[in-house]
């Protein structure tokens, strides 16, 4: 009953639910991402970013969900904290990571509004979000939060239109942008929420978009 009232205020207020994720379909949400090409893609993209990483650095995962980074940040000795609104997928993460979950820090709540100081991270990582699950009022919130905790870089995850293809509608303020934006609108997105793009490390392609890895630093 009362996470049913959460999410329903979380409609009200924000125009979104936060994180999809809870209940049933967050026990079975790495299960099935797991069948999906564009999920080891991911997986591989953000390992071989970290590789470049010095070890022992602190990392921000917003949303965290299953913790499906984790052992890669634990290789290279990072201190890990994770957000994700969803308590029931934190509580997946518990039982897929084992001993691994205990070292993390993990905090149900809104990324929009993060618990955490200014410049508190080295790096943050926002994978699966930012393009489908909240909409474009609550993108450009949470892109300067991002930029306020991390204190030099972030990996971010975004859907970059084909130039070849006509410019969609400017995304809703309470839809997703999801293949809305071409490189250009992207940049600027970005570089208002204080960010300057470093590398741009194409993931997957689709019809209308790449899956795109983008390296920022913090201007």
Known sequence: MFKSLKRSFQRLF???SGDKYYGRL???YQKKREKKKWWHEENRVVHNFLQTL????SILDVPFGTGRFVPYYLEKDMKVYGLDSSPEMLGAAREILGEDFKKCETVAGDAAQLPFEDNFFDLVVCFRFLQSIIPYRVVKTVLKELHRVTRSQA???LKVRHESLKDARHPKENKSIRDTLKLR???MLLGKSGF?????IPISQRKTHVLTAFVCRKK
Not at 54 to 57: A, E, K, M, R
Not at 196 to 200: F, K, R, Y
């Open 14 to 16: 924000w125009g979104y």
């Open 26 to 28: 967050a026990r079975k």
């Open 54 to 57: 010095p070890d022992g650095i």
């Open 155 to 157: 990996l971010l995850e």
């Open 185 to 187: 609108d992207i940049k």
């Open 196 to 200: 300057e793009i470093a590398e741009i």
